[in-house]
C-alpha cells in the first residue's frame, strides 16, 4: 500500500515537472527575451487578478450574509416593537396594513402582511411614499455573480393578535438584491482600476524592458561580424552592470581573436615564403646542376650515335636521346610547378594567358575563356605567385573532377575612388560542371589557396551547388602606391 501510494506520488510529480516543462517551452519558444518577460508578467498580474478576485468573493460572501442577518434582526426588532401600537390602535387591521410602510427604510428586507387566513394585504402607503427608496436602486448583477455571492434566503413569520385573536401575521423575506449590486460595482471599479494600472505597468516595462536589452541586439549584431571574421568591432559599454561585464568580455574575446588572425597570417607569411623559398632553391638547383647534366648526356649521346652510324652502337645511342629528352621535358615541368621560371620576367597577364593557352593544348574538349583588366605588370612575386597558383590549382581541379565544357577567369584590378575602396584584385574562375558538396573535406589544394590569399590579407570563396557549377572568388588587396603606372589590358 505504502509502495503504492510512493508511486502515485513519483508519478504525480513527474506530471508536474512535465506541466511546468509544457509551460516554459510554450512561453519561450522562438520568442525574444522581452516578449517572454512580459508573457511572464501578464501570466503573473492575470492570475494575480483571479486570485484576488476570488478572495474578493469569498469576503463579499461572508459580508453580504452577516450584514443580510443583522437587517433580519433590526427589521423583525421594529415590527416587534410596532405590534403594540396595531394592538391599541382603534382600527387595528388598517394599522396592521401600514406596517410595511412604517419600517420599510430597512435595507435588504422585504416586509409583507397577511390576514388571518394568510391572504396578502395590500400596504397602506403614507402621501410621497414608496415601499423602496427609487434613489438607491442599483442595476443588479448578474446571475452567475449573485450566484456566487446571495447567502441562504431567510424568511421570518411574526404572528399579530389582537384580544387573544389571530389579526394576521407579519412576513419578513431577505432581500439581498441591492447588496449584492452594490459588490458588484464596488468590485468592478476595483477590477477597472486594478485592469487599468496593469495595463499601464506593461506598457512601462515593454518601453524599460526594450532599452535594457538593446544591447543584447547590439551583442548580437558583434557576434554576427566576429562570425564573418570581422575582429575590428567593438561594443559601447551598457549602463545595466551585468550587460556591461558581458560586453566588456566581448571587446576583450574580439581583441584576443584579432591579435591570434594577425599572428596567424604573420604565420602563414613566414610559412608560404618559406615554402617558396625552398621551391625557388630547389628550382634554381634542377635549373643550374641537372639541367647542364642532361645537356652534357645529350651531347654526348648525339657524337656516339653520329660517329657509329649503321652499327648497334647508334640504335643504343638514339635511345638513349630519347630518354635525355624526356628527363628534360621532365624537368622543365617541375620547374614549372615548383616556380615558373619567367615569374618576374614577363608581364602578370602574360604569364596567365601562357598558362590558359598550355591547359587548352592538354585538354581541347574543355573551352577556357581568359580575360583580364586593367592590371600592373607585375604586383611582387608573392601576389604574382599567388594568382598564378590560384588559377593552376583551380584549372587543375576542373579538369580532375568538374567534367565541365566551359570554364571562365576573369582577373581585373578594382578600384572606387569615390567610395575610397582601397585598390584589390578580383580573380574569378567558374565553370559549369558538377558542382560541389559543401559537406565534403576540402582537398590539400583548395586549403592552399586559400591559406595563400589569406596570407596577403585577401578573402577566398567556393561557391557553388550540385549540377550548376562551381566558382572560386578570390579578392587581394593591393598597396596604395603601385611600382609601375604602366596598365595591360587583354581579353
Known amino acids: 500500500m505504502a509502495s503504492e501510494f510512493v508511486s502515485s506520488g513519483v508519478a504525480g510529480a513527474h506530471d508536474v515537472s512535465r506541466g511546468n516543462k509544457f509551460w516554459l517551452s510554450v512561453l519561450s519558444r522562438r520568442r525574444s527575451i522581452r516578449t517572454q518577460l512580459l508573457l511572464a508578467l501578464i501570466a503573473l498580474t492575470a492570475a494575480a487578478w483571479l486570485i484576488g478576485g476570488a478572495v474578493t468573493i469569498l469576503h463579499a460572501r461572508k459580508a453580504t450574509r452577516i450584514e443580510i442577518n443583522a437587517a433580519m434582526e433590526l427589521a423583525e426588532a421594529l415590527v416587534r416593537d410596532a405590534i403594540p401600537i396595531v394592538q391599541q390602535s382603534a382600527s387595528p387591521q388598517d394599522a396592521l396594513a401600514s406596517i410595511p410602510a412604517q419600517v420599510g427604510s430597512v435595507r435588504h428586507v422585504r416586509i409583507s402582511v397577511t390576514d388571518a387566513s394568510g391572504v396578502p394585504i395590500a400596504p397602506v402607503l403614507p402621501p410621497n411614499r414608496t415601499s423602496h427608496r427609487q434613489a438607491d436602486v442599483r442595476p443588479p448583477a448578474p446571475d452567475w455573480f449573485a450566484a456566487l455571492i446571495a447567502p441562504r434566503l431567510d424568511s421570518r413569520v411574526v404572528p399579530v393578535s389582537v384580544d387573544g385573536r389571530r389579526l394576521g401575521s407579519i412576513v419578513l423575506a431577505s432581500a439581498p438584491g441591492d447588496e449584492i449590486a452594490e459588490v458588484w460595482e464596488n468590485a468592478t471599479a476595483l477590477a477597472e482600476v486594478a485592469l487599468l494600472i496593469g495595463i499601464a505597468s506593461i506598457a512601462i516595462l515593454h518601453l524599460l524592458f526594450g532599452r535594457v536589452l538593446a544591447p543584447l541586439q547590439s551583442l548580437a549584431a558583434g557576434l554576427r561580424d566576429l562570425g564573418r571574421s570581422d575582429y575590428k568591432v567593438r561594443l559601447a559599454a551598457p549602463q545595466a552592470h551585468e550587460l556591461a561585464v558581458i560586453t566588456q568580455r566581448f571587446n576583450a574575446l574580439a581583441a584576443a581573436l584579432a591579435s591570434m588572425k594577425a599572428e596567424n597570417s604573420r604565420l602563414s607569411t613566414r610559412l608560404i615564403t618559406a615554402q617558396d623559398d625552398e621551391r625557388r632553391e630547389t628550382a634554381l638547383n634542377l635549373h643550374d646542376e641537372v639541367g647542364p647534366y642532361l645537356f652534357g648526356l645529350k651531347a654526348n649521346a648525339t657524337s656516339i650515335a653520329k660517329s657509329s652510324k649503321g652499327s648497334a652502337v647508334e640504335a643504343r645511342a638514339r635511345e638513349m636521346l630519347t630518354m635525355i629528352e624526356g628527363l628534360q621535358a621532365i624537368n622543365r615541368s617541375i620547374l614549372n610547378r615548383l616556380r615558373p621560371m619567367a615569374l618576374g620576367q614577363v608581364p602578370l597577364v602574360d604569364l596567365l594567358a601562357a598558362l590558359v593557352e598550355e591547359r587548352i593544348r592538354q585538354h581541347p574538349e574543355i573551352s577556357i575563356e581568359f580575360s583580364a583588366d586593367g592590371l600592373h605588370p607585375t604586383y611582387g612575386e608573392s601576389i604574382d605567385l599567388t594568382v598564378y597558383r590560384c588559377v593552376q590549382e583551380s584549372l587543375t581541379n576542373v579538369v580532375r573532377h568538374a567534367k565541365a565544357q566551359r570554364v571562365r577567369v ?51 570563396r567556393l561557391d557553388g551547388a550540385a549540377g550548376r557549377g562551381t566558382v572560386v572568388g578570390i579578392e587581394i588587396p593591393l598597396p596604395d602606391d603601385p611600382r609601375s603606372t604602366r596598365r595591360i589590358a587583354a581579353s
Open 410 to 460: 576573369t582577373l581585373a584590378h578594382k578600384r572606387d575612388p569615390a567610395a575610397n575602396d582601397p585598390s584589390r584584385l578580383v580573380l574569378a574562375i567558374a565553370d559549369d560542371g558538377c558542382g560541389i558538396k559543401f559537406d565534403a573535406p576540402k582537398g590539400l589544394g583548395v586549403q592552399g589557396m586559400q591559406e595563400r590569399v589569406q596570407a596577403l590579407g585577401g578573402e577566398f
